[in-house]
């Protein structure tokens, strides 16, 4: 990539899209396009279409999706399924048509089977059932993949596919009704602390396995890989490493300073019982995550506590 080249940026407001575009402006990439959603529906095929004819953009970067937690993506299946393929489908097709010279798609690690070996390696994709879930949506990824894959295939376009674990940071979505697991437990265990509540409920058991990667070193990942990553298939991006959702509460309640109990509700789902992504890919291409989780932790939550 080269400063003066046009990058479009979908999804540029989310939380992947936003690190996306801080990380591109600390390198002196300012020649950034982007569309708010009421300015452009990226459900919309025409609208889609004249965006890429007007704009031409160089790269893209694909981090639009539809997404949530456990109770959004069982809740809203049709819209996960259907929102999903239809922004990638637009995205991806239009930028063949219009000579985008390298897209990068952005997927999820729901994508694996629910019950794939651990660390999960890339070459698992599609060996097993889904987590029942959040199928719909991991569904439309893996289309994501193999459409990238088969554009390349067909066409000679080079686009790349990269699956990131559980992702948290600035721009997190804090909302208890949909919103993931690390910021669901930072807004939990705030709200206790003010109101001096006795307890915090988690959902679940405690006892499944979550890896957790911050979006900063998410956007520093997917910079490097577009300048140095040209191949099919997908990569894993995450820490290799994981932690228990029990520890995980614990480790927020001692930085939020919450001092009552942790009480498990073992009557709501527990979801995948472990997710570690294998990084060993990544890690060949040079590249390795630079926050750990405590500290990142600890600095979201210096930046939301005052706004929830």
């Given at each position: 990539?080269?400063?003066?080249?046009?990058?479009?940026?979908?999804?540029?407001?989310?939380?992947v899209g936003s690190a996306i575009v801080r990380?591109?402006?600390?390198?002196?990439?300012?020649?950034?396009?982007?569309?708010?959603?009421?300015?452009?529906?990226?459900?919309?095929?025409?609208?889609?279409?004249?965006?890429?004819?007007?704009?031409?953009?160089?790269?893209?970067?694909?981090?639009?999706?539809?997404?949530?937690?456990?109770?959004?993506?069982?809740?809203?299946?049709?819209?996960?399924?259907?929102?999903?393929?239809?922004?990638?489908?637009?995205?991806?097709?239009?930028?063949?048509?219009?000579?985008?010279?390298?897209?990068?798609?952005?997927?999820?690690?729901?994508?694996?089977?629910?019950?794939?070996?651990?660390?999960?390696?890339?070459?698992?994709?599609?060996?097993?059932?889904?987590?029942?879930?959040?199928?719909?949506?991991?569904?439309?990824?893996?289309?994501?993949?193999?459409?990238?894959?088969?554009?390349?295939?067909?066409?000679?376009?080079?686009?790349?596919?990269?699956?990131?674990?559980?992702?948290?940071?600035?721009?997190?979505?804090?909302d208890l009704n949909n919103s993931h697991v690390?910021?669901?437990?930072?807004?939990?265990?705030?709200?206790?602390?003010?109101?001096?509540?006795?307890?915090?409920?988690?959902?679940?058991?405690?006892?499944?396995?979550?890896?957790?990667?911050?979006?900063?070193?998410?956007?520093?990942?997917?910079?490097?890989?577009?300048?140095?990553?040209?191949?099919?298939?997908?990569?894993?991006?995450?820490?290799?490493?994981?932690?228990?959702?029990?520890?995980?509460?614990?480790?927020?309640?001692?930085?939020?300073?919450?001092?009552?109990?942790?009480?498990?509700d073992a009557t709501k789902p527990d979801g995948?019982?472990?997710?570690?992504?294998?990084?060993?890919?990544?890690?060949?291409?040079?590249?390795?995550?630079?926050?750990?989780?405590?500290?990142?932790?600890?600095?979201?939550?210096?930046?939301?506590?005052?706004?929830?």
């Amino acid at each position: 990539m080269n400063k003066t080249d046009k990058i479009y940026v979908a999804g540029h407001r989310g939380m992947v899209g936003s690190a996306i575009v801080r990380i591109l402006q600390q390198n002196g990439f300012n020649n950034i396009v982007f569309r708010t959603s009421k300015e452009l529906d990226l459900k919309n095929q025409q609208a889609v279409a004249d965006f890429f004819a007007n704009e031409k953009p160089d790269y893209v970067f694909l981090a639009a999706a539809k997404v949530g937690g456990i109770v959004a993506n069982n809740t809203y299946r049709a819209q996960f399924i259907y929102e999903n393929l239809m922004i990638q489908n637009n995205i991806i097709h239009h930028s063949y048509l219009n000579n985008v010279k390298k897209l990068m798609f952005l997927g999820s690690s729901c994508i694996y089977p629910k019950l794939a070996p651990q660390p999960m390696k890339e070459e698992y994709l599609l060996t097993g059932l889904l987590e029942p879930t959040n199928e719909p949506y991991a569904i439309a990824k893996i289309a994501g993949i193999k459409m990238c894959d088969a554009y390349r295939a067909q066409y000679g376009c080079n686009f790349i596919s990269v699956m990131p674990t559980n992702l948290y940071g600035p721009n997190d979505n804090y909302d208890l009704n949909n919103s993931h697991v690390l910021p669901a437990l930072i807004r939990k265990f705030h709200t206790a602390k003010k109101e001096n509540l006795q307890s915090v409920e988690i959902w679940g058991t405690g006892s499944p396995m979550r890896e957790f990667l911050h979006v900063n070193d998410l956007a520093d990942a997917c910079f490097y890989l577009m300048q140095n990553y040209n191949e099919p298939g997908l990569v894993n991006i995450g820490v290799g490493e994981d932690i228990t959702i029990k520890n995980l509460a614990l480790l927020v309640k001692k930085i939020v300073g919450f001092e009552g109990e942790l009480k498990f509700d073992a009557t709501k789902p527990d979801g995948t019982p472990r997710k570690l992504m294998d990084v060993s890919k990544l890690h060949s291409f040079g590249w390795k995550h630079k926050i750990n989780l405590e500290e990142g932790i600890a600095s979201v939550y210096e930046e939301v506590k005052d706004k929830l």
